[in-house]
Every structure is written in structure tokens, then in C-alpha cells.
């Protein structure tokens, strides 16, 4: 990792040349005198942080460590990251689901859990389970109120990230699946450098198709190499919206710009006159793709493309249920891009024999 990657630990007030907090120099070097740190830098404790020892430990029992990453919010990661866990853990591994959105965790709610509490043993915080091979842990499981806001400064997020890997016993597991929130803020850094001694398997970046979201895409794969974080792929999430012709609404516009809905009288007419039309998707485009999208950016990048997952309302109706969208054939559109996607994942990173699973 390059130094960079640790620049949240030098004191934005700090003297140039900052040798760093958790240097042995630190409060004594020509470069601290007249810093308003000295005397704190001087005094305080030095050599690497303990914490970092136990959650080398508690990562020990973890194959796999996958984050999922978006350069802006709203593009539909979190869907992503429970719609991946969900999809590993019927393939029969072993699976951890991290929330670490500090500010908005989503993940409770798309995983079914909201109102469940976290509990703890003699081994450390339990995570809430979906299924037995599939367990969940955020921050949405300790707010006594699910419209509280979390008004923390990074100290305090950087604080329970640590906590939720040191502290949380995921015991065997296949995957850990790391739903970041978006950008390239605090919680990135810290989640990358507390796990780096232990192997990070890399980064699932999400986008939409639009130019708006590829350029701050740009920057994520930016900050995983900085940071020395393999790209793992990119998903292009809502590349079109594509679902069901009869689960359309039709409706004919009035002179007076009011809608009045005739869906009735088209599917009628249809089912009379060209019954096999009703069997068909229909697909259009939401965003601008023109400029090629996140294969292109992919390309120009240098990164894999993982695949599209088109803009499929049955998909969106799953994330709010807090169910998966493989479950049964209701998501016609998104559940087949995503089982490519995460089928090719799969097979790139697990060598046959690594776990019972390796041959499903």
C-alpha cells in the first residue's frame, strides 16, 4: 500500500514533512518543532496498533474478502452486495455480509433483519443470520430508532469498523462480502488498511451507465490502486430497464396533459389479436450509454468488465422485501445477468477444493 493510503493519520494542522503519529520520530524530529502536535505525538504510544493483531486473528478463519464499492451513492451497491451474499450462500458457501455505511446502513432491510438486535457471547458479537450459512452485521442493528441519523465525525466510524472486525465471530467462512458506502472517504482507508496484513481478494466496483457516474467510477479504480486493491470487475447496474411487456402500465395523455390509464383495453387487445406478445421483455434505455458505458471505461481502464444488470422493478420489489431475487422466476430480467456475473466471480476466484461448494 502506498504511504498515501495513511494520510488520515497525520493531523490536517500538521508541520510539512509529518513523520506521522505512529512514528518513533514523532514530537522529536526537526520537521515537529513548533507543530501545535508535538507534545501529543511525543507522548503518545508508538509501533503498530494492537487492534491490528486481533483482527489479523479474527480474519484468520475468513477465505475470501470481497469489498463492493461505488463512486457515488444511488446506483444500486447495496442491492448488489445482498443479491452477491444471497447467491454465494445458496451455492452452499459460507457467508459474512459486512455493513460498514456507517450513515445510511440499507443492508438490514434488504436482507429481511430489520428490528433484530445483535447479540453477544463468550466469543464476541454474534451476527444476525438470514439462513445458518449466511450472516449479516451493521450498524442498522444497534439504532434504537431506524429514522435515527448517525451523525459521527471519521474517528468514531473508523472506530466501529475496527470493531466490527475484531470483534464480531464470524467463525468458518467461505466469503466476507464488505458493502462500503460510496466514494473514496475515511471508511475506505480504514476498512483496506485493517485488512491488508490479512488479504484483501479485491473490489467489485458498481456504476450505472451514464457519464455522471463512470467519472467518479474513474476515481474508485484510482483509489484501489493507489491503495493496492486488485479491481475485481465492474458491474453496470441499470444498464436499461427491461421487464415483462404485460406488467407495463399503458396510459394515453389527454389534451389537458392528465394521463388516463388504458391498460385494461391494451392487454385486451393484445391477448386477442397477438396473445405471443405478452410473453416478451420489453427493454429501453434509462440513461444515456452513448459514450459506451462501463465496458468502455473498463477497456479504457484497464480493469475487467464484469457485466450489465438491466433496471428490473421485480428486482427492486426483492431488495425492498428483503428477499432474493433467485428465489423463484419472478425477476425475469436481473436474476439470469446476475447469476452470469456472480458465477464468473466465482469461478475466478475460488481453485477447485477450497471448499465444499467448489463444485456447485
Not at 466496483?205 to 474508485?220: F, G, H, N, Y
Request: with cysteine.
Amino acid at each position: 500500500m502506498e504511504n498515501g493510503a495513511y494520510n488520515h493519520e497525520i493531523p490536517e494542522n500538521a508541520n510539512e514533512h509529518c513523520p506521522g503519529p505512529q512514528s518513533e520520530s514523532a514530537g522529536q524530529s526537526d520537521a515537529c518543532q513548533g507543530c501545535p502536535n508535538q507534545e501529543a505525538c511525543a507522548t503518545a504510544p508508538k509501533g503498530p496498533d494492537p487492534d491490528l493483531v486481533a483482527i489479523v486473528e479474527r480474519m484468520a478463519t475468513v477465505k475470501h474478502k470481497i469489498l463492493v464499492l461505488s463512486g457515488k451513492g444511488g446506483v444500486g451497491k447495496s442491492t448488489f452486495s445482498a443479491q452477491l451474499a444471497f447467491a454465494l450462500a445458496a451455492l452452499d458457501f459460507q457467508v459474512g455480509l459486512l455493513d460498514i455505511d456507517i450513515c445510511g446502513p440499507s443492508i438490514p432491510k434488504m436482507l429481511g433483519l430489520e428490528g433484530q438486535d445483535i447479540h453477544q457471547s463468550n466469543l464476541g458479537w454474534s451476527p444476525v443470520y438470514v439462513e445458518s450459512n449466511l450472516g449479516v452485521m451493521s450498524i442498522g442493528f444497534m439504532l434504537p430508532n431506524p429514522d435515527e441519523a448517525v451523525i459521527w465525525r471519521g474517528p468514531r466510524k473508523n472506530g466501529l469498523i475496527k470493531q466490527f472486525l475484531k470483534d464480531v465471530y464470524w467463525g468458518e467462512l467461505d466469503f466476507l462480502v464488505v458493502d462500503a458506502p460510496p466514494g473514496t472517504s475515511d471508511e475506505h482507508i480504514s476498512i483496506v488498511q485493517f485488512l491488508q496484513a490479512t488479504g484483501i481478494d479485491g473490489a467489485i466496483i458498481v456504476t450505472t451507465p451514464q457519464q455522471v457516474s463512470l467519472i467518479d467510477v474513474r476515481k474508485e479504480v484510482s483509489f484501489c490502486k493507489k491503495v493496492g486493491v486488485q479491481v475485481l470487475g465492474v458491474v453496470e447496474n441499470m444498464s436499461g430497464l427491461c421487464q415483462p411487456l404485460s406488467d407495463f402500465r399503458f396510459m394515453q395523455m389527454t389534451e389537458t396533459g392528465e394521463h388516463s390509464d388504458v391498460t385494461s383495453w391494451v392487454l385486451q387487445c393484445l391477448r386477442e389479436k397477438a396473445p405471443e406478445v405478452l410473453n416478451l421483455v420489453a427493454c429501453t434505455d434509462v440513461f444515456d450509454s452513448s459514450g459506451g458505458g462501463a465496458a468502455k471505461m473498463c477497456e479504457e481502464t484497464g480493469v475487467p468488465f464484469l457485466g450489465k444488470v438491466p433496471l428490473d422493478p421485480q428486482l427492486c420489489k426483492a431488495a425492498e422485501e428483503g428477499r432474493s431475487c433467485f428465489a423463484d422466476n419472478r425477476c425475469r430480467a436481473s436474476a439470469p445477468a446476475l447469476k452470469g456475473i456472480i458465477e464468473k466471480l466465482v469461478a475466478n476466484k475460488i481453485a477447485p477444493g477450497t471448499s465444499a461448494a467448489s463444485g456447485a
